[in-house]
């Protein structure tokens, strides 16, 4: 089975000013690792229409999904179902069953900047959103989803079942009191010898507190060989005798 | 004064997987801001040297200053530096300074692996970082930087001051308890008014627990005008009447 490709947008001044911290991505993270889907590029963009349209069409292009955050709300700074709309050349309508939706919901509050959020690209279809009632939409294999949380995990969760999905990566990770330094050469000689089976092995040293600590990461698509590797390595770090014994920031790397 | 623009490019498969949350890229957004730099874009790309040799060549001709985070340690996964290097058809050499500084630390435990970050591409320029020693670098418009957050603001720390600002940008930000689309109207007036005098008005609706809240923030490098903007806004909204006044999650938007 091939594996599924995905790239991200999270679209926002307020998160490129530092106003707003985003979540949305480390989320989508976590939800394609588990669902066997590899996530290759995230992008932050600003709500300036040129730059989601040259995202979107860079992005679509290079991966089977394509899932954006932010944008699709009723005031003026909620440009990406316009941009989107640019960068597929569409005209946007207004859709009927998300026009019934919100007719349902607001009754005589639905007003001009609510119909507004009604309104997506000829040839897209909705994305249904239980918590603001206020649908998403996915055009081509771009999934146009709200920047509040809750309203991205709903959406996402919509979406996520129907897609096709890889088979998933297992992820062993452990933790060692050793340099990265001191084990740098046995661990590049295995992740060499079984990245041609698509292991990937990464390693991260960690400061928590004024310690710190190591943690490597073995990811496979085959749990046995994963569990194999990680195995392999442990015995190659029992041979080191550490160059620093202290556990302080200096001795970290 | 020329305004200075920034990209930043956030460097790891432990990121795209989920397994780690990125914080730098928020950490800089806010520092850059306070700076009066315009952050304009991030990307998130994995250890993989056409993934970083491509976004380091985009953005550096996008931007003024480019920054990246990660991928600059001792282990088979630390590409960055190589790949900068690539980028820039230069050579990697072992620098004497870097040498020195990691020399006088280590002294007899300065193994192979720890010896590979005193390696820079020729052209580039240090980077120091009092909290572990190992030293980033700068080449061209190109700020490499370790991955470890308390490393990561430690370099940054060092870069900034040496940077070309702009005049700083005020922020002013208000909370409201309307529906998003109640004053979608009038803030997109206030907004299109304004926008030619550069100042940019976002609003953004929250949930908090089970309810939620409408910020509205004003981004101004005047902060005189930001302040009567503000004033205006508030002065519209006060003659709206909420089509809701209920908090729940469905009245948001």
């Keep these: 089975m091939k594996v599924k490709t995905a790239g991200c947008i999270i679209i926002g001044n307020e998160i490129l000013t530092g106003k707003t911290k985003d979540s949305n991505m480390s989320y989508l993270a976590i939800e394609l690792f588990k669902s066997g889907i590899d996530l290759i590029e995230a992008r932050h963009v600003r709500d300036i229409e040129q730059d989601i349209v040259s995202a979107v069409l860079e992005l679509s292009k290079k991966y089977d999904y394509v899932f954006t955050s932010g944008g699709i709300g009723p005031t003026h700074d909620d440009i990406t179902t316009q941009s989107i709309a640019k ?151 029992a041979e080191i005798k550490p160059s620093f014994d202290k556990k302080d920031l200096m001795s970290l790397l």
Tied chains: 1, 2.
């Design 87 to 237: 960068a597929f050349n569409a005209d946007v309508y207004l859709d009927e069953k998300a026009h019934a939706i919100l007719k349902e919901y607001y009754g005589d509050a639905l007003n001009e900047a609510r119909l507004k959020m009604a309104k997506i690209p000829y040839g897209a279809e909705l994305i249904f959103n239980h918590v603001t009632q206020a649908p998403g939409f996915y055009i081509k294999n771009v999934y146009v989803m709200a920047g509040v949380p809750k309203i991205f995990h709903a959406m996402l969760g919509e979406v996520l079942p129907k897609l096709q999905k890889g088979s998933i990566i297992s992820s062993i990770s452990e933790i060692f009191h050793l340099p990265e330094a001191d084990i740098a050469k046995s661990l590049g000689k295995i992740a060499y010898n079984y990245a041609k089976d698509g292991v990937d092995i990464g390693s991260y040293p960690k400061i928590e507190g004024d310690s710190w600590i190591l943690e490597i990461v073995v990811r496979s698509r085959d749990i046995n060989l994963a569990e194999s590797v990680m195995n392999e390595i442990k015995a190659s770090f």
